[in-house]
């Protein structure tokens, strides 16, 4: 199995930035697609990106488009999520996840298509 950990969450003011990081370890990270996930207080869980294995086809929900960037590093097994002009409703815990590759993982946005989760990080933006 793939284990998942995720860092870099913290407290943020609307409008800026931060930089989640998920370091992965136990499986050759390159035979994964890799995603972001949310959820916020009394909310579902919702996808938020995706990547494939190279990198080069990722996939982004509508309300972080533009925003966020994920982005993977295949000689460090992490993947990246840039978060940028932060909003407060992008308060949530971000979970990290992955999933055996296939041609179409990064389009694959029902948590239970995910099979690989993180324990999550926590991002708060203020007002």
């Known amino acids: 199995q793939i284990q998942l950990v995720e860092s870099g969450g913290g407290l943020v003011q609307a409008g800026g930035s931060l930089r989640l990081s998920c370091a992965a370890s136990?499986?050759?990270?390159?035979?994964?697609?890799m995603g972001w996930f949310r959820q916020a207080p009394g909310k579902e869980r919702e996808f938020v990106a995706a990547i494939n294995w190279g990198g080069g086809r990722t996939n982004y929900a509508d309300p972080v488009k533009g925003r966020f960037t994920i982005s993977r590093d295949n000689t460090r097994d992490t993947v990246y999520l840039q978060m940028n002009s932060l909003k407060t409703e992008d308060t949530a815990v971000y979970y990290c996840v992955a999933r055996s590759s296939d041609a179409i993982a990064v389009f694959r946005t029902s948590p239970s298509s995910w099979g690989y989760w993180g324990q999550g990080t926590r991002v708060t933006v203020s007002a």
């Open positions: 136990g499986r050759t990270f390159s035979d994964y697609a």
